[in-house]
């Protein structure tokens, strides 16, 4: 099975600071692409997803692709204290409808 | 109506009961799926029916038997659980399984303690 990797972190950012969350796919047959939320004792929400190679904006959210590259990666500008939570990269690989990260864990300091 | 519910929200069974967990969703999707998360791991895609038949069994034990009797509605079926099957369950949907709208909505699980 493809992967999805990430770092799983803790990445920490200061409060209004932008956060950058990363991740890399080796299955060049993945079309989309998707980033979960996911707060301790919580089940994962959906915060972004990107089909095409460049920037999606949502908000504060930055979704950017490289295809070439098989990066994604995540931005969150002005980050606060309530963007603390693991980050899960997620794209469907072969018959799998997701594959998932590790996640990376986000430490926003106030 | 824009989320997938399940209940129960926590379950405590013994080694020789039999339970289960269910999911509904109202988006009109037609993909629904159970995994299985220990923590600090990602989540593990157990099964995943679409349009109402079971297209994916992720090799999971016979122990835990899903259902779907309408497309609105997911149940897992517990019997004889091991205590490492401990964990939180989820039941996500998508509006298509494959290609396409793939984008997958979680319901808030249901943290299952095997003891």
């Known amino acids: 099975q493809k992967e999805v990797e990430q770092n799983s972190g803790p990445l920490s950012v200061p409060e209004g600071a932008i956060a950058s969350l990363n991740c890399t796919y080796s299955?060049?047959?993945?079309?989309?692409f998707f980033w979960y939320r996911q707060y301790s004792g919580k089940s994962p929400e959906l915060i972004m997803f990107?089909?095409?190679?460049g920037d999606k904006e949502d908000g504060r959210f930055t979704a950017q692709l490289n295809k070439a590259s098989q990066y994604v990666s995540l931005l969150i500008r002005d980050s606060q204290p309530s963007d603390s939570a693991t980050y899960l990269c997620?794209?469907?690989?072969?018959?799998?409808?997701?594959?998932f990260g590790k996640g990376t864990r986000l430490s926003v300091i106030a | 109506d824009t989320e997938v519910t399940q209940t129960p929200k926590h379950l405590v069974m013994g080694m020789t009961n039999k339970k289960s967990l269910k999911c509904e969703q109202h988006?009109?999707?037609?993909?629904m799926y159970w995994y299985k998360q220990k923590a600090k791991k990602p989540p593990e895609l157990m099964f995943v029916?679409?349009?109402?038949?079971?297209?994916i069994n992720e090799s999971v034990p016979s122990r835990f038997s899903p259902e779907c009797p309408n497309s609105s509605l997911l149940n897992l079926h517990l019997h004889a659980l091991q205590p490492e099957d401990s964990a939180l369950y989820l039941c996500?949907?998508?509006?298509?399984?494959?290609?396409?709208?793939?984008?997958?909505?979680f319901g808030p699980g249901t943290r299952l303690t095997v003891l």
């Open positions: 299955d060049r047959g993945s079309q989309s």
């Open positions: 988006m009109g999707h037609r993909a």
């Open positions: 029916y679409s349009y109402e038949k079971l297209s």
């Open positions: 996500a949907s998508s509006p298509q399984g494959r290609g396409g709208q793939n984008e997958q909505f």
């Open positions: 990107i089909y095409s190679n």
């Open positions: 997620a794209a469907p690989s072969g018959n799998t409808p997701l594959v």
